[in-house]
């Protein structure tokens, strides 16, 4: 996929061989078998029609699936959500000030945010939106434990998120454990999803157009890189009532991926063109589900829309670019999809 860039130069998004494998193969396609015992949907209607199905169960929900067994109920998820709620909107009072976000990215917007959000955290905290902790389950368990053993109340006047002080309501070393976790699992997104969901704005718009509307550029690159690039619901009978050709032992990944680039849906759709959005609606567009499906969104995306916003506001008013000495960022196969290693530089 090439973007135009500087007069002579493109800049290129070098997706990994199996995302590139897949986007070749089967964009275009409605329903496809990647795997005896797991079909690929990518057709519009047919990804509408078995998200409707059913809710998703408690293994699938991203966030609040099941801690080492013991399950997240409804009033804990929405009591940690108001917390990271309460502490983003107290983030996004605060003066944009002088930050150095040139680097390399999605590591400099991921520690701009954690210090924005989680600022004056104590470091058992902080540990846990490391980003060397990513997508390393046993590692995060590790840091979780030493870090609800090590326990010591802070002194009163240390400033601490709403997320952390309902860790600290905790009594015993269980509860604490359990909480420190679902910290990590909702103060970490934070800082992955929205930094890599501006490091992909950038590498496809830079240098930002004055004349396009910061929301426009979102929607356009969660059409083109949306980081939750796939959607899995595990065999369930539902499937097969929506599709006969859906087996009572088939898995079913969705793959936003290939819908938002469907040729019959869109114009153009390689092609980065943000103005697309002044004429659509992203919470009804058919097949673009970057936030997942409108029977259950992503509860996040009110705290992530803004932060992104905050951080390309910064992107523009400092004039910064992706290095046009940089042509090719890569993609990896990992549950985010981001371009890594992005050199990000004054104009
Ligand atoms: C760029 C940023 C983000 C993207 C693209 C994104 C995407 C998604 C998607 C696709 C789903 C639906 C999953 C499914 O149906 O299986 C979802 C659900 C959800 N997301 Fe997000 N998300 C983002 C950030 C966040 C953040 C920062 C939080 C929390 C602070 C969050 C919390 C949730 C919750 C609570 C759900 C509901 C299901 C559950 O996990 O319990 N998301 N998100």
Known sequence: ?????????VRQ??????????????RGKSFFRLEPDTVGVAGADLMDALLRSRPANAE??????????????RPESSALMRAVGADVRAALKKPLGEPALTGTWPAVPHNYLRDLVFGHEQ???????????????????????AGAALWGRPAPEVALSTLARMVLEADTYEQRRFAMYLYRRVAGPVCFTVAALVTN???LSSPLDDEVPTE?????????LPPSWNILRVRSPEFAEVDARIGPGDDVLLLPLLSHRDPELRDAPDEFRPSRWAALDPDTHPGYLPFGHASERC???????????RVLDLVRRDGLVADPAQTRARVHLDGLLEVSDVRVVRA
């Open 1 to 9: 996929m090439t973007i135009p860039a500087e007069r002579n130069k």
């Open 13 to 26: 998004v070098v997706f990994a061989p199996r995302l590139q494998e897949l986007l070749d193969r089967y």
């Open 60 to 73: 699938e929900r991203p966030t609040f699936k099941p801690v080492r067994g013991r399950a997240v109920t």
């Open 123 to 145: 470091r058992r905290f902080r540990v846990l939106v490391d980003r060397r902790l990513e997508l390393t389950p046993k590692i995060t368990w590790a840091a979780v434990a």
């Open 201 to 203: 704005a950038l590498w």
């Open 216 to 224: 426009y550029v979102l929607n356009e690159t969660l059409r083109l």
């Open 299 to 309: 509860w996040g995306r009110h705290l992530v829309l803004p932060l992104a916003e």
